[in-house]
């Protein structure tokens, strides 16, 4: 082996291990994103419903037991969405059949106002 394939030989190898590295980098900074993204998402549903709740309460008079029959439902409806039975657009249209409410144009509207 003359001395230029041993550089080359050593320079193969050093990228190799640097290809570990970034990969094993990549990998863990993957991770941590998702994790934050987990921890984030989960946190902006309890404010939610502890929001609702607070709402339930405060203005409609919901008492504890009340408040467990809605987040039973709720969380029933959730479901669904997980296992595939509804999606969104099934609510939208169910409301603004059975009642009248276009509950995607109503909260849109609420936000943007809000917004302002």
């Known amino acids: 082996m003359n001395i230029k394939e041993y550089k080359r030989m050593k320079k193969n190898k ?3 291990k640097t290809g570990e590295i970034k990969k094993t ?4 900074i993957k991770k941590d994103v998702e994790n934050y993204a987990q921890d984030f998402a989960e946190s902006a549903i309890l404010d939610y419903l502890s929001a609702t709740a607070l709402v339930l309460h405060d203005k409609f008079d919901f008492k504890k037991e009340d408040l467990e029959n809605f987040f039973d439902k709720l969380l029933t409806q959730i479901e669904y969405f997980r296992e595939d039975y509804i999606n969104y657009d099934d609510i939208v249209k169910t409301l603004d059949e059975e009642i009248g409410l276009n509950i995607k144009e109503e909260l849109t509207k609420r936000v943007r106002l809000r917004d302002k």
Request: glycine share 14%; hydrophobic share 45%.
């Open 25 to 28: 980098v990549m990998r863990d």
């Open 14 to 16: 050093i990228q190799g």
